[in-house]
């Protein structure tokens, strides 16, 4: 009886400490938005969000990856640079940027969704959007509905080619979503994943071409958004499948012009060679490549991806693939 008693003390005391430290890092401050530019209120589904707004002209419209702390952050070079001579808007969507982060069941619709809305919030005629990663893929599915809405579309190295889960992995996806779903340990699990080193190490691995790109601004950027109220439920859907999302089905059906862009040194993730399926798919599309970045060439090469994108909105008719 008394090691019974001594275990659940001891127990009880590891969960206090977790939850603990878990709520430590909730009530830590959120970062400012990187993006400069005016904040714009945006209202979608009773949500409390936001848009960032810079320039004049013709509307472009910024989709960032389905990852934490990506809205505030992976436009921060290419924004202004756009806002040169167009009026940009990069959205926040729902659970992953510094706005509200409520637990909903995350699929790729409910992106898509929103992006639609966003078109229809921010842009009175047809609207170019440049997206990347998974966001890039919901917006190409979002371009199958609401083409009237979208004049051209750029995706910044796509993900979910080919997004159907492994049957043998199924079940660990699953097991990991569900854990993390669970209250203290399932926080303090994530948590452990989103540390600075776990961090550092998949950007320093797996996103940059430069190694060197992932410091110490733009680690403590990234954890500081990860661990707001909220931050786990887009993570463990992610990890449980619910948005894998094979754009391979939806690339044969979008009309408008796409441009497609990759980093020549793209990780095994999601390696250059996937480049050449999106054009074989598509209708109307090219592609630019960057030599000197990995998955995000837009914070590499920012100046190249802003030159690719100018000369992508000033061709008419079809696209020449190069």
């Known amino acids: 009886m008394k090691r019974l008693t001594r275990t659940l003390i001891a127990g009880a005391g590891v969960t206090g ?9 909730r009530n830590a401050p959120i970062p400012t938005n990187a993006l400069g530019g005016t904040r714009l209120s945006w209202n979608w589904r009773g949500h409390e969000l936001f848009a960032t707004q810079a320039g004049e002209g ?37 659970g992953c940027g510094l706005s509200e982060k409520p637990r909903l069941p995350y699929t790729p619709d409910i992106f898509v969704e929103q992006i639609v809305a966003a078109l229809h919030a921010f842009a009175p005629e047809p609207a170019t ?69 776990s961090i550092r190490s998949f950007l320093q691995r797996r996103v940059y071409a430069d190694p060197s790109r992932a410091t110490d601004e733009v680690v403590d950027h990234y954890y500081a958004v990860a661990h707001q109220p909220g931050a786990s439920h887009v993570p463990a859907a992610l990890a449980g499948g619910e948005l894998d ?20 040194r793209a990780s095994a993730i999601n390696p250059r060679s996937n480049a050449d399926e999106f054009l074989r798919l598509t209708r109307n599309a090219r592609l630019s490549t960057f030599a000197h970045s990995g998955l995000l060439p837009h914070e590499e090469e920012p100046d190249a991806v802003a030159d690719a994108l100018e000369a992508f909105l000033a061709t008419q008719g079809k696209l020449h693939r190069v």
């Open 245 to 264: 999302c094979d754009v391979a089905r939806d690339l044969p059906f979008l009309s408008v012009p796409l441009l497609v862009l990759w980093g020549e």
């Open 129 to 197: 959007i440049v997206a990347s990663s998974l966001g890039a893929t919901v917006a190409i599915r979002a371009a199958t509905r609401a083409s009237d809405r979208i004049g051209r579309l750029a995706a910044i190295v796509p993900a979910g080619l080919s997004a159907t889960l492994d049957g043998g992995l199924r079940g660990t996806r699953a097991a990991l979503a569900g854990l993390m779903r669970t209250p203290v340990l399932g926080e303090a699990t994530y948590n452990a994943l989103a540390s600075k080193a």
């Open 17 to 25: 400490a977790l939850a603990a430290a878990n709520r430590a890092l």
């Open 58 to 94: 013709p509307l472009v419209l910024l989709v960032h990856g389905v990852s934490v702390g990506a809205s505030s952050y992976e436009f921060r070079r290419l924004f202004p640079l756009l806002a040169r001579s167009r009026r940009v808007i990069a959205i926040d969507l729902i």
